[in-house]
């Protein structure tokens, strides 16, 4: 082939291509090219290419430029590409921009021996990595070379990767050794190059085959799962990427951890051991194939979460902070998960006191209550306790799991006031100047019991001369006595009297009542009867003197005569008191008329307490009616006993006494 560059346009080519060779064994192809122009200007360009198969011609393996004087030079080719592949010699004349001299190639001959000028290739093996691994290949070449001379590896679509290092194997063999990064699109074929001006060295075509390490499609499967452990199945049937599958293993980490496990796998169901309880764990499966780099990302997660475990112990160091009489203030140790196993849990505060239940038997009565504790509190207050109690406390953490309780505590409150003395309990017997009083001590005592204060005061009486309201008095008792005698009071007087207990804290409530003292006969102040003031055959004239009313106003006096046989004289009766009904010598205050005249004395008149401011005499038997009673003349035949009483009426009850 000849081209006159002076007769071309720039840049246009010609080529020569050699029939396809499919050689068995080491053969040398040599030629011989002519560049030249007469004023030393370049001619062009020519370049030798190899195709493999028919496939993309690459990068030309040899070239020259330039003018190299007016001969004739000779290049030899050393392809090491052998049956059943063939190849093909393509030869590419350009023209230059200076369009002048002669390109010529002449003289092509297949030796079948090696070449002399330039080394040939050993046989380039397939490679096979795993993606994301650097694939190495080693070009060795025995013949005529140096190390100085380029060595490439050529990618099938012309990209050219230099080597990264050269080493001597021997004084005829060198080794250059190159690295590829092993990428999913990386995978081609790549050759081995070597050129110089005594001609080219090509390898044959060696494949890279990157594999993609594998990952399951589809995520483990829980098949259980306990407090500390979850079964799972591997489910590593489908798969995305290449086998074989030589090892299988399984990632965990808690979701809200950054720290993960990884653990082999020798079975298709596996038990993952020491979990946390309650925790939420993302668990992949990491399957592997051959070569360096093979293990595969981790693929679809399992997020499960294992199951609560009972407490790990009941809660401790259950004190009070502070003690009130109504409340206490408690406090325990802090709540942490190592203690609770589970992020749902509840706290319970569960106390129990007694409490009188009332009657008569001294029956005691249990209150029990359970308070919820709100989450992350290690203290609470309990209100609304009885005064002076002993109150049960314990402590309740519980998760579905378990629950565990506590040993109890007891505290006690402080002292309270105490509760009002129940009025009900108040019961007294009233005389006529001394009132028993007796009470109970209160319902809720809320501590122990000091003393009692009884105070009593005069507030109204039926007696005008007793001044009232009248001066309040107190008196104090100790603990135990539960009872107390007024003495000295005023008869027919109303008395406010209340009682209240004492604790250490002060006086409770105070019970009130209202007692009112019985009232007493009316009294005369003189000892002797007075002698008659005069007689006649049919009256006996007397000197009556009004008496004293002791705790309510006379209502009346009466008159009353007792015949005796003989002859009449008048006998004094010494002074009598007497209650109705008592039995003594005053006589009842009569019913009727008819009662009035019994057989043994007579009611001869009753006066009303107006007609007797002072000593005024009396004439029995002046044949007048006095309040319906009629004043009988006397017999001067018969003996008379003239007996004079006063009555006093106060609520349903008359006092009478006579002289």
Same mark, same amino acid.
């Given at each position: 082939m000849m081209v006159n560059s002076s007769q071309h346009a720039v840049g246009q080519r010609a080529h020569l291509l050699l029939r396809a060779l499919s050689e068995n064994d080491t053969h040398c192809i040599q030629f011989s090219y002519f560049l030249y122009s007469r004023d030393g200007h370049s001619p062009g360009d020519l370049q030798l290419y190899i195709r493999v198969n028919g496939g993309p011609r690459g990068s030309a393996v040899w070239n020259v430029s330039g003018s190299h004087g007016r001969q004739w030079h000779q290049v030899e080719l050393a392809v090491s590409t052998f049956w059943p592949s063939e190849y093909q010699v393509v030869f590419e004349a350009s023209v230059s921009a200076e369009r002048r001299g002669y390109i010529a190639i002449d003289d092509i001959l297949l030796l079948n021996y090696p070449c002399y000028k330039v080394p040939h290739f050993s046989r380039l093996g397939d490679v096979e990595v795993n993606a994301g691994q650097n694939a190495t290949f080693q070009c060795v070449a025995t013949g005529k070379t140096t190390e100085t001379e380029p060595f490439l590896l050529e990618r099938r679509n012309g990209v050219v990767v230099a080597a990264s290092s050269i080493q001597r194997l021997s004084h005829k063999r060198l080794m250059a050794t190159f690295q590829v990064a092993a990428e999913r699109g990386e995978q081609d074929l790549y050759r081995c190059v070597t050129e110089s001006t005594r001609g080219a060295a090509v390898s044959n075509f060696a494949e890279l085959i990157v594999r993609v390490p594998p990952?399951? *499609?589809?995520?483990?499967? #829980? #098949?259980?799962? %306990?407090?500390?452990? #979850?079964?799972?199945? #591997?489910?590593?049937?489908?798969?995305? %990427?290449? %086998?074989?599958? *030589?090892?299988?293993e399984i990632e965990y980490r808690a979701s809200q951890s950054p720290w993960s496990e990884t653990h082999g796998v020798g079975s298709l169901t596996y038990k993952v051991w020491h979990l946390e309880p309650d925790t939420e764990y993302r668990i992949s499966v990491l399957l592997t194939r051959p070569g360096e780099g093979g293990t595969g990302a981790p693929g679809p997660p399992l997020v499960s979460r294992t199951k609560c475990a009972e407490p790990m112990r009941a809660l401790r160091g259950l004190t009070a902070t502070e003690i009130q009489p109504r409340q206490l203030t408690l406090q325990w140790e802090p709540l942490g998960y190592n203690l609770t196993r589970c992020h749902t849990y509840s706290v319970s505060l569960c106390y129990r006191y007694s409490t009188p239940a009332g009657g008569s038997a001294g029956n005691n009565a249990t209150v029990r209550e359970c308070l919820s504790v709100e989450r992350n509190q290690s203290h609470f207050t309990l209100r609304d306790l009885p005064p002076f109690r002993s109150v049960h406390v314990r402590l309740a953490l519980d998760n579905p799991e378990g629950k565990k309780e506590s040993r109890e505590v007891t505290f006690q409150t402080e002292e309270d006031i105490p509760g009002g003395v129940a009025p009900e309990s108040l019961t007294f017997t009233p005389l006529d100047d001394m009132i028993f009083l007796k009470w109970e001590e209160p319902v809720e005592p809320n501590g122990v019991i000091t003393q009692y204060e009884i105070s009593y005061q005069g507030i109204e009486s039926s007696d005008p001369g007793i001044n009232v309201p009248g001066p309040r008095r107190t008196v104090s008792k100790l603990r135990n006595e539960t009872y107390h005698m007024f003495s000295g009071l005023h008869p027919g007087t109303t008395y406010l009297v209340s009682v209240r207990a004492r604790t250490a804290k002060g006086f409770g409530q105070t019970a009130l009542t209202e007692i009112t003292t019985n009232i007493s006969a009316p009294v005369f102040d003189y000892e002797d009867v007075p002698a008659p003031l005069s007689e006649s055959e049919s009256t006996i004239t007397v000197l009556l003197r009004p008496a004293l009313g002791r705790g309510a106003p006379v209502s009346a006096y009466q008159v009353v005569v007792v015949e005796e046989d003989g002859s009449r004289r008048v006998r004094r009766s010494r002074r009598r008191r007497r209650e109705l009904g008592s039995g003594s010598d005053c006589f009842p205050v009569p019913a009727s008329q008819v009662e009035a005249q019994s057989k043994s004395h007579y009611y001869t008149a009753e006066l009303p307490p107006s007609s007797l401011p002072e000593a005024t005499p009396f004439t029995v038997g002046d044949n007048h009616t006095y309040n319906g009673y009629w004043n009988t003349p006397l017999d001067p035949s018969k003996n008379y006993l003239v007996f004079f009483q006063a009555i006093s009426n106060f609520r349903g009850v008359s006092l009478l006494t006579c002289q």
């Amino acid at each position: 082939m000849m081209v006159n560059s002076s007769q071309h346009a720039v840049g246009q080519r010609a080529h020569l291509l050699l029939r396809a060779l499919s050689e068995n064994d080491t053969h040398c192809i040599q030629f011989s090219y002519f560049l030249y122009s007469r004023d030393g200007h370049s001619p062009g360009d020519l370049q030798l290419y190899i195709r493999v198969n028919g496939g993309p011609r690459g990068s030309a393996v040899w070239n020259v430029s330039g003018s190299h004087g007016r001969q004739w030079h000779q290049v030899e080719l050393a392809v090491s590409t052998f049956w059943p592949s063939e190849y093909q010699v393509v030869f590419e004349a350009s023209v230059s921009a200076e369009r002048r001299g002669y390109i010529a190639i002449d003289d092509i001959l297949l030796l079948n021996y090696p070449c002399y000028k330039v080394p040939h290739f050993s046989r380039l093996g397939d490679v096979e990595v795993n993606a994301g691994q650097n694939a190495t290949f080693q070009c060795v070449a025995t013949g005529k070379t140096t190390e100085t001379e380029p060595f490439l590896l050529e990618r099938r679509n012309g990209v050219v990767v230099a080597a990264s290092s050269i080493q001597r194997l021997s004084h005829k063999r060198l080794m250059a050794t190159f690295q590829v990064a092993a990428e999913r699109g990386e995978q081609d074929l790549y050759r081995c190059v070597t050129e110089s001006t005594r001609g080219a060295a090509v390898s044959n075509f060696a494949e890279l085959i990157v594999r993609v390490p594998p990952t399951p *499609i589809a995520p483990p499967q #829980l #098949l259980r799962a %306990g407090p500390t452990y #979850l079964i799972i199945q #591997l489910n590593t049937n489908s798969i995305v %990427g290449d %086998g074989p599958v *030589i090892r299988r293993e399984i990632e965990y980490r808690a979701s809200q951890s950054p720290w993960s496990e990884t653990h082999g796998v020798g079975s298709l169901t596996y038990k993952v051991w020491h979990l946390e309880p309650d925790t939420e764990y993302r668990i992949s499966v990491l399957l592997t194939r051959p070569g360096e780099g093979g293990t595969g990302a981790p693929g679809p997660p399992l997020v499960s979460r294992t199951k609560c475990a009972e407490p790990m112990r009941a809660l401790r160091g259950l004190t009070a902070t502070e003690i009130q009489p109504r409340q206490l203030t408690l406090q325990w140790e802090p709540l942490g998960y190592n203690l609770t196993r589970c992020h749902t849990y509840s706290v319970s505060l569960c106390y129990r006191y007694s409490t009188p239940a009332g009657g008569s038997a001294g029956n005691n009565a249990t209150v029990r209550e359970c308070l919820s504790v709100e989450r992350n509190q290690s203290h609470f207050t309990l209100r609304d306790l009885p005064p002076f109690r002993s109150v049960h406390v314990r402590l309740a953490l519980d998760n579905p799991e378990g629950k565990k309780e506590s040993r109890e505590v007891t505290f006690q409150t402080e002292e309270d006031i105490p509760g009002g003395v129940a009025p009900e309990s108040l019961t007294f017997t009233p005389l006529d100047d001394m009132i028993f009083l007796k009470w109970e001590e209160p319902v809720e005592p809320n501590g122990v019991i000091t003393q009692y204060e009884i105070s009593y005061q005069g507030i109204e009486s039926s007696d005008p001369g007793i001044n009232v309201p009248g001066p309040r008095r107190t008196v104090s008792k100790l603990r135990n006595e539960t009872y107390h005698m007024f003495s000295g009071l005023h008869p027919g007087t109303t008395y406010l009297v209340s009682v209240r207990a004492r604790t250490a804290k002060g006086f409770g409530q105070t019970a009130l009542t209202e007692i009112t003292t019985n009232i007493s006969a009316p009294v005369f102040d003189y000892e002797d009867v007075p002698a008659p003031l005069s007689e006649s055959e049919s009256t006996i004239t007397v000197l009556l003197r009004p008496a004293l009313g002791r705790g309510a106003p006379v209502s009346a006096y009466q008159v009353v005569v007792v015949e005796e046989d003989g002859s009449r004289r008048v006998r004094r009766s010494r002074r009598r008191r007497r209650e109705l009904g008592s039995g003594s010598d005053c006589f009842p205050v009569p019913a009727s008329q008819v009662e009035a005249q019994s057989k043994s004395h007579y009611y001869t008149a009753e006066l009303p307490p107006s007609s007797l401011p002072e000593a005024t005499p009396f004439t029995v038997g002046d044949n007048h009616t006095y309040n319906g009673y009629w004043n009988t003349p006397l017999d001067p035949s018969k003996n008379y006993l003239v007996f004079f009483q006063a009555i006093s009426n106060f609520r349903g009850v008359s006092l009478l006494t006579c002289q």
